[in-house]
């Protein structure tokens, strides 16, 4: 446990430039702080206890504003970004050396029994407020953008984005125009729906003009 520990605080420093010293990680990060509670409510969960290990992760949510089940498997090197509104479901499998942001849902997609959460690789970024949903693999070193929802199985060394997630490079090569996780740049589903019905609208009232200019000229 307390190897997986020095694993997790080391990603810190590896993964979030603003970090400047052990005591600020230590006192300054939920995500860590949540991830502590998890470790040691999923230890218990594994020897059998149900609600001991329910009651921690309820008070680490309170504490933290991220929600673990205390079921969920979590590697080596796990770093959940700023953190609040995380929420990992029961039967999640996580890899090591994975990134999450906040907002990030691994969850179930209803009430079917058994495995029913996400399987994520090794060494995968999930950007701030991506749902990945039901029992679907996100293969290793994949990247999800921001605000994407991802129902399928997505292959390793993929970058998925959008609503619904699609693949837009994989292995280094451009399957639509290439993204990756610069948030600034990835694709506005709401916007573009938006525009959508702006056009649409635009088209109507263009073809009103000319009916009722056509009706005056009778």
């Known amino acids: 446990m307390f190897k997986r520990l020095k694993c997790d605080v080391n990603a810190i420093f590896d993964r979030d430039p603003a970090t400047d010293n052990l005591l600020e990680v230590i006192l300054a990060y939920s995500g860590l702080h949540a991830l502590l509670f998890h470790r040691f409510s999923h ?9 001991i290990p329910r009651l921690i992760s309820q008070l680490a949510r309170f504490l933290t504003g991220i929600e673990i089940h205390p079921g969920a498997e979590i590697g080596c090197g796990f770093f959940i970004d700023h953190g609040m509104g995380v929420v990992i479901g029961e039967t999640t499998e996580i890899g090591d050396n994975v990134t999450l942001y906040q907002g990030v849902t691994l969850g179930g997609t209803g009430k079917e029994r058994g495995k029913r959460h996400p399987t994520i690789g090794n060494n995968v970024v ?37 609503i619904p997630g699609r693949v837009v490079t994989r292995d280094g090569r ?11 740049d990835l694709p506005d589903p709401v916007r573009d729906q938006l525009l959508e ?17 056509f009706e005056d000229a009778g």
């Open 43 to 51: 230890w218990l969960y594994s020897k059998g206890l149900r609600t």
């Open 126 to 162: 999930i950007g701030a407020g991506a749902k990945v949903l039901g029992s679907i693999t996100i293969g290793d070193d994949a990247k999800i953008g921001a605000g994407s929802v991802v129902l399928k199985d997505v292959d390793e060394n993929s970058t998925v984005v959008g």
């Open 174 to 184: 451009r399957v639509h125009p290439e993204r990756d996780l610069a948030h600034a």
């Open 197 to 213: 019905l702006e056009k649409e609208f635009t088209k109507l009232k263009q073809e009103i003009l000319n009916k009722d200019s």
